[in-house]
């Protein structure tokens, strides 16, 4: 099948790289030639715009960062809905909020253009292994024709319900997992005060009722998890940049929702802090580093 692809960014060009090795053709797509270079590089063809990508392929598939981008990717000039026929099947991998997601698909229905949310969770090593968990809303028809593309980029396939449900389980993972992020930095600053060995107290966790995904796979502390970012000074991986933004949409729905919320957004202001400090492009495991603790001095 020719697969339109747009977004070839950090997740983008791996995930489009499976698709490539299972047999399928890619043309892609980026607003930021380097990246589409990059595209290029793994064997995809070049498109000059997305409604191009969209009009050269037999379905299309979006990784972009935020709602505005997914907006303005379907809906704007040179976009999606402008070059694909009607009938197309659109699956949208990126992480939005769910509304969002609902919007862009009535827009393509009244186009007569099909549209899934199919966000992934798993990062750029599931990426690269084309293992990723991927949460999908739509219906059921688009969802069962929408598989055996996922299936090469993904190995747990879940529908969740109508379209935008992928992206509800998407954000609800994220709480939880933003959350321990930094509830793992901080209990691991605490030991640190205290002398105790982190690899010791990793031991400890691991067997314990506070073990967590995100300390098993992206432990802040450096030297003692295989593949974690904080190896690589905290090259990304998950940019705290998305971890603030994925919080950010389950604060918001909350609100919308009038569901109270205390812990999520506690932990996204810590994210957003070390933002401003410099680290929004570092995976947010970083936030360790920006946990230290502060001066023993007294004011003067
Ligand atoms: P990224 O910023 O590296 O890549 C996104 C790409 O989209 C960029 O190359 C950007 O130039 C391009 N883009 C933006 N607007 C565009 C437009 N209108 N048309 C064409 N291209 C456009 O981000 P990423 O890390 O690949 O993440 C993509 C999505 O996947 C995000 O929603 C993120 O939350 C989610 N996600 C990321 C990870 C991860 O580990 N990086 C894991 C799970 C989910």
Redesign the pocket.
């Known amino acids: 099948m020719k697969i339109g692809f747009?977004?070839?960014?950090?997740?983008?060009q791996p995930m489009l790289s499976n698709l490539l090795k299972k047999g399928h053709g890619v043309v892609a797509?980026?607003?930021?030639a380097a990246?589409l270079d990059g595209a290029v590089g793994r064997g995809a063809s070049r498109a000059g715009s997305?409604a191009e990508a969209a009009k050269q392929s037999e379905l299309v598939i979006t990784?972009?960062?935020?709602s505005s981008?997914v907006e303005?990717?379907y809906l704007g000039g040179g976009g999606i809905l402008e070059g694909a026929p009607s009938g197309r099947l659109c699956i949208d991998m990126?992480?939005?909020d769910p509304g969002a997601s609902r919007r862009v698909a009535e827009a393509a229905k009244k186009r007569g253009v099909r549209f899934v949310d199919a966000?992934?969770?798993g990062?750029?090593p599931r990426a690269e292994d084309g293992t990723l968990a991927i949460m999908v809303g739509g219906e059921a028809r688009d969802v069962e024709e929408a598989k055996p593309v996922l299936a090469c980029m993904g190995a747990n396939i879940i529908h969740v319900g109508p379209v935008g449900s992928g992206e509800v389980a998407k954000i609800c993972n994220n709480l939880i997992a933003g959350v321990a992020a930094v509830a793992v930095s901080e209990a691991f600053r605490i030991a640190e005060g205290f002398g105790v060995d982190a690899k010791v107290l990793t031991e400890v966790i691991s067997k314990s009722s506070g073990n967590t995904w995100v300390m098993e796979h992206m432990h802040p502390v450096p030297g003692l998890v295989g593949k974690a970012p904080a190896n690589r000074d905290y090259a990304?991986?998950?940019m705290t940049d998305?971890m603030a933004?994925?919080l950010g949409l389950a604060v918001s729905a909350a609100r919308d929702l009038r569901v109270p919320v205390f812990v999520s957004p506690a932990a996204q202001q810590v994210l957003r802090l070390a933002s401003s400090h410099g680290l929004g492009r570092k995976d947010f495991s970083v936030v360790y580093e920006f946990l230290r603790p502060s001066s023993r001095q007294a004011p003067v």
């Open positions: 747009v977004g070839t960014g950090t997740m983008g797509y980026d607003v930021v990246m997305a990784m972009l960062p935020s981008h303005t990717a990126s992480t939005i966000p992934v969770s990062g750029v990304p991986g998950f998305l933004k994925d």
